[in-house]
């Protein structure tokens, strides 16, 4: 299905069908979502800028999941309406902090319901990508930094202890970078916390799906991305800048 929106003197022409060969990648469309609502695109007309975002909010539902999205508890965030996740696109998984804590030496799942989750996700519902998103001013992961470990907070406590090493390592640097620090830490652990489920680490392998690391700022909503090959995180707008220009080229040559 083409839905035709004209602006001005040009045509755009936005395909909308899930089910075609030819549909936008998720993880591409969250990025170029990204693009259009927070980075400078000099040579881009504004009218072409709103008529690309608001096509790409006004997506239908998508009949399958194409990703597995672990994020947050938090009562802020609602993935769907603040990435722009179309209804039906991903499978929502939310805990405490965004943490993945994956299987134990033994091969035994240390969290069951995590468990599950990824294993309907990539063995049932065969999603493309797993997104691990943390996020800024996060309660869980302030417990985390700063201690939970009185008597009312038990269970928030155990739960924490996997990323206690990695929290310890974190205290020891200057106070103003820890959260982030630990925020940016939690996702690349939880990543290589994911590839301890042997069949997410075949089917990355096989390059079956492909895993993600962000860190959302709940304020603004700007996600920044993990480079898994330097650990390090950009902004998506930042790093894709060139995606809304070639789409809009594309458009303008039909």
């Known amino acids: 299905m083409t839905v035709p929106c004209k602006f001005g003197f040009f045509l755009v022409h936005w395909r909308v069908s899930w089910g075609r060969k030819s549909r936008m990648d998720i993880i591409e469309r969250v990025r170029l979502l990204q693009v259009l609502r927070f980075a400078p695109l000099p040579g881009v007309k504004p009218h072409e800028r ?25 009562a802020r965030l609602e993935p769907n309406r603040h ?50 998103s943390a996020h800024t001013q996060c309660g869980g992961l302030n417990a985390c930094l700063y201690g939970c470990d009185t008597p009312d907070m038990g269970y928030m406590d ?5 990323f206690y090493p990695l929290r310890d390592k974190i205290r020891k640097h200057p106070k103003k970078v820890q959260m982030q620090e630990l925020e940016e830490g939690t996702v690349r652990e939880s990543l290589e916390n994911l590839r301890t489920y042997p069949f997410v680490k075949a089917a990355e392998k096989k390059g079956l799906i492909t895993l993600h690391g962000w860190v959302l ?8 991305e993990v480079d898994q090959k330097t650990g390090t995180f950009q902004e998506m707008d930042v790093k894709y800048s060139a995606l809304a220009s070639r789409y809009l080229g594309k458009r303008r040559k039909r």
């Open 50 to 74: 709103t008529a690309l975002y608001d096509r790409l909010l006004s997506d239908p539902p998508v009949p399958s999941p194409r990703m597995l999205y672990i994020g947050c508890v938090e």
């Open 83 to 132: 990435i722009g996740i179309p209804e039906g696109a991903a499978i929502i998984h939310r805990t405490m902090g965004a943490v993945v804590a994956g299987i134990d030496e033994k091969g035994k799942a240390l969290r069951l319901g995590e468990a599950a989750s990824v294993q309907l996700a990539v063995n049932v519902k065969n999603v493309q990508h797993i997104v691990v």
């Open 158 to 162: 155990e739960y924490l202890k996997p």
């Open 217 to 224: 700022d709940i304020d603004t909503k700007q996600i920044s």
